[in-house]
């Protein structure tokens, strides 16, 4: 979730990770920055990227919005070098979506 220029990690699965990400940093945070899905088939290669789980090779990362602004990511990693494509790209984009719609950012999300 996106907290005073910085992401701090919410709701995760898998292995201990990064807690503070700053906007323009790694995939997750240059995936805010620019305000688009960040598809990275090797991670060793993304320039700045934050090696939060060894374990990592390819991710995918899609920002989440409300009200207009962005206020966190999606970020799917995987031990598999280019394991997602433009399809997972896609259909990952249609996950944010329904979860921007799902949630109650009201009480989940605090701009302070």
Same mark, same amino acid.
């Given at each position: 979730?996106?907290?005073q220029?910085?992401?701090l +990690?919410g709701?995760?699965?898998?292995?201990?990770?990064?807690?503070?990400?700053?906007?323009?940093?790694?995939?997750?945070?240059?995936?805010?920055s620019?305000?688009?899905?960040q598809?990275v088939?090797?991670v060793?290669?993304f320039?700045?990227?934050?090696?939060?789980? =060894?374990?990592?090779? =390819?991710?995918?990362?899609?920002?989440l919005?409300?009200?207009? &602004?962005?206020?966190?990511?999606?970020?799917?990693? =995987?031990?598999?070098?280019?394991?997602f494509?433009?399809?997972?790209?896609?259909e990952l984009?249609? +996950?944010? &979506?329904?979860i921007?719609?799902s949630?109650?950012?009201?009480?989940?999300y605090?701009?302070a």
């Open positions: 979730m996106l907290h220029n910085e992401l +990690l709701p995760f699965q898998g292995r201990l990770a990064c807690v503070h990400i700053a906007v323009g940093k790694g995939v997750c945070g240059t995936a805010v620019k305000d688009e899905v598809l088939g090797d060793h290669q320039p700045g990227h934050i090696a939060c789980d =060894s374990a990592s090779n =390819s991710e995918v990362v899609v920002p919005h409300w009200q207009g &602004k962005i206020i966190g990511v999606l970020d799917i990693d =995987s031990p598999i070098l280019n394991r494509d433009e399809t997972d790209a896609c984009e249609q +996950l944010a &979506k329904i921007e719609c949630c109650d950012w009201d009480e989940l605090v701009t």
